[in-house]
C-alpha cells in the first residue's frame, strides 16, 4: 500500500524531527512550508523523491485553495495529516489587537485545516481509515496566559475542529486527535522575551522546558496502529520529573 503523509509546517522543528523519525513508514511525503525550503532541502537530499515540498502561505486563503487543488490532481490524497502550522508566538495586548489579527490567526491556523480536510476527508472517508493529528498548546487545558487573545483564540477553534470531525467521521473510520505540549524550546519561541522562557522553565516540574523528543512519541503514538480505536482525544503533554 502506497503510504503517503502530509505535514503541515513541515519546516518547522517539530515537523522535522518527526519525518526524520519517521520517513521510514511512508512512501511518499508532503512537506508544506511558508518560509524556510532549506530545512526541508537536506530531507530531500537524503530521501530524494520521497519529500515533495509544498510552498504556501496558510494565511492566504487562496494560496491554500491552490496547494489542495494541485494535491488533488497529482492524485496523491494523504492517508496522514500532520498538522503543525502557525504563526509565530507572540505576546501583545488585546487593547493592541484588530480584528484583522483574529482573522489572520485564525486562517493560518483554523480556516488553512478547514481547506485541506475539505479535500482530503472525504477519499479517507471512502477507504474508510485515515489519521488527522493536530498541534495545538497547553492553553486549552490550563489557564491560558496573559498578552496571547488572537494565538489562545486559535486553539480553541482547533480544538473544537478536532472534536466535532472526530464524532462525524468515527464511524468512517478515520481518528481525529490533537497534542498539547507546555512550553517547548524551539524556534516558536524566538519572539518571546528570554525572561518568559525562563520563568516558565522555572515553574515546570522538571525545572527545564519541554523539548521536541519529548513530544513526538506522543504524535508517533497517534499515527500508529496502538491507536487506531482513539479519536476526539487531546494529549495534554507536562513532562515529569
Do not use: W
Not at 488533488?72 to 489587537?97: N, T, V, W
Request: proline letters at 3%; hydrophobic letters at 40%.
Amino acid at each position: 500500500m502506497h503510504k503517503v503523509l502530509f505535514v503541515t509546517g513541515a519546516s518547522s522543528d517539530f515537523g522535522i524531527r518527526f519525518m526524520e523519525r519517521n520517513a521510514a513508514n511512508y512512501e511518499t511525503i508532503i512537506a508544506h512550508y511558508c518560509n524556510h525550503a532549506e530545512r526541508l532541502q537536506k530531507l530531500q537530499e537524503q530521501y530524494g523523491n520521497k519529500i515533495i515540498l509544498k510552498q504556501a502561505d496558510l494565511c492566504d486563503a487562496e494560496a491554500v485553495h491552490r496547494m489542495m487543488q494541485e494535491l488533488s490532481e497529482s492524485g496523491l490524497m494523504p492517508d496522514h495529516i500532520l498538522h503543525l502550522a502557525a504563526k509565530k508566538l507572540e505576546y501583545q495586548r488585546f487593547s493592541k489587537r484588530s480584528a484583522a489579527d483574529f482573522e489572520e490567526e485564525l486562517q493560518c491556523s483554523v480556516l488553512s485545516l478547514v481547506e485541506i480536510l475539505r479535500t482530503v476527508l472525504p477519499a479517507m472517508a471512502r477507504k474508510k481509515s485515515g489519521k488527522v493529528v493536530v498541534m495545538l498548546s497547553a492553553c486549552v487545558c490550563a489557564k491560558p496566559p496573559k498578552f496571547m487573545s488572537t494565538y489562545t483564540v486559535s486553539k480553541y477553534a482547533l480544538l473544537g475542529t478536532v472534536l466535532a470531525l472526530a464524532e462525524e467521521y468515527a464511524e468512517k473510520g478515520i481518528c481525529i486527535n490533537a497534542v498539547s505540549p507546555e512550553m517547548t524550546d524551539t524556534a516558536f519561541l524566538s519572539e518571546i522575551s528570554p525572561m518568559i522562557v525562563e520563568m516558565n522553565r522555572n515553574n515546570n516540574v522538571m525545572k527545564r522546558n519541554l523539548c521536541v523528543d519529548d513530544v513526538v512519541p506522543t504524535l508517533e503514538y497517534l499515527f500508529s496502529a496502538a491507536s487506531d480505536k482513539v479519536t476526539g482525544q487531546n494529549l495534554f503533554i507536562t513532562g515529569v520529573k
